[in-house]
């Protein structure tokens, strides 16, 4: 394909992108902005530039989650327009197939998923972390942390490392605790795995568990332990997360101590494993589109944009499938994250193929 038609698709394709990205990031912010001027409706006076701040900060985190299927409604738009201008039969019949038709915007969707994976992940978990630290300064317990599968993850410079892995949290007692100490060099000393924890200032209280020291193969029962450590109970909490809302290269760093050390994290494998598909699967909204469109048919952008809200539901709840399938231990955490985006993949190029021959012959 000529590069002034390259250029010319792309133009059309950041005009309807853009309107898409920047019309439901108005609909969040709306949404968020009412719903925060609730939670501070009992205030004396409420400063607009926190509602606003917290507003915004919560946008990177809705925008990660509905970035795939606002690309497809984009890159739908952007064909339908083509389709409803008879753009896309002169293209045809100028001798393009479906494949240079659509090069243009793969490119674009490529950057466009190193944007999502590298830029904006990362930044949605930095902001994370301010919202949940707002939400204990300024909201107490109205809001409280998320209770299941969190993680608490601090470096060993100038005091001993320690990872710790709640199954489930309520009323500031965690159950189902393991707790991972290792040195500056990052060598494993001590895990242990209790039923409960309770935090105490300048110190941990596990309760009903085992533990295994440094270079011992057995792991020793004890009743209750106590640990000394000097993260401050709110410091805890606003940082205890789940793996979905860590940064891209904060999981990394926790994937490398996991698998030097041999901690269980099947948790944040998935996460790894679904940021990377993510990322896959808006390139392959592309394809997706492409192969419900034809240079001969004409839906209408309404219609468009009913089905790609159609199709994002029935992907949604493929990935909802394979989750509650890899909880149950049937698939594993690569193919609980993958198998979604390749089955978009594998079906939008056969469609795309099978169109290509009927055009052909």
């Not at 896309?88 to 090069?103: A, D, H, V």
């Not at 300024?138 to 100038?158: A, I, T």
């Not at 209790?194 to 105490?200: E, G």
């Not at 760093?253 to 269980?264: A, G, L, T």
Request: aromatic share 14%; glycine share 6%; charged share 15%.
């Amino acid at each position: 394909m000529r590069n002034v038609h390259k250029r010319y698709l792309l133009r059309m394709h950041l005009k309807f992108f853009l309107g898409v990205f920047f019309a439901v990031a108005l609909i969040i912010f709306i949404l968020t902005f009412v719903e925060t001027l609730r939670r501070t409706s009992g205030w004396a006076r409420i400063p607009l530039g926190f509602v606003t701040s917290t507003s915004l900060y919560r946008l990177p985190q809705v925008l990660i989650l509905l970035f795939p299927y606002m690309y497809l409604i984009s890159i739908s738009l952007t064909l339908e327009s083509l389709a409803s201008s008879q753009q896309l039969t002169i293209l045809r019949t100028s001798g393009y197939s479906p494949w240079q038709i659509l090069s243009p915007f793969l490119y674009f969707s490529f950057f466009l998923s190193l944007f999502w994976l590298f830029g904006l992940q990362p930044l949605s978990s930095h902001l994370y972390e301010e919202i949940q630290s707002r939400e204990c300064q300024y909201f107490g317990d109205s809001q409280p942390v998320p209770r299941d599968n969190l993680w608490l993850y601090q470096r060993p410079e100038n005091a001993p490392g320690v990872l710790l892995q709640v199954g489930h949290m309520e009323d500031r007692v965690c159950s189902d605790v393991s707790v991972y100490l290792f040195s500056s060099e990052g060598e494993l000393t001590e895990k242990f795995f209790a039923k409960s924890l309770r935090f105490v200032p300048g110190r941990w209280i596990l309760s009903e568990g085992k533990v295994m020291r440094e270079k011992e193969l057995l792991y020793h029962p004890f009743i209750e332990q106590e640990l000394e450590n000097a993260l401050d109970e709110d410091r805890i909490l606003t940082s205890l997360q789940p793996p979905e809302n860590l940064g891209l290269y904060t999981l990394f760093s926790v994937m490398k101590v996991r698998q030097k050390n041999r901690f269980y994290g099947e948790n944040h494998a998935l996460a790894i494993h679904s940021l990377g598909a993510r990322a896959f699967l808006i390139i392959m909204m592309v394809l997706l589109a492409g192969c419900f469109r034809s240079q001969h048919v004409r839906f209408g952008k309404s219609a468009s944009v009913a089905q790609s809200l159609l199709s994002s539901l029935i992907l949604y709840s493929f990935i909802d499938i394979f989750a509650s399938m890899w909880r149950r231990g049937v698939v594993s955490s690569f193919w609980a994250g993958w198998a979604p985006a390749f089955l978009v993949g594998v079906f939008s190029l056969i469609r795309l193929i099978q169109k290509e021959e009927r055009c052909g012959g």
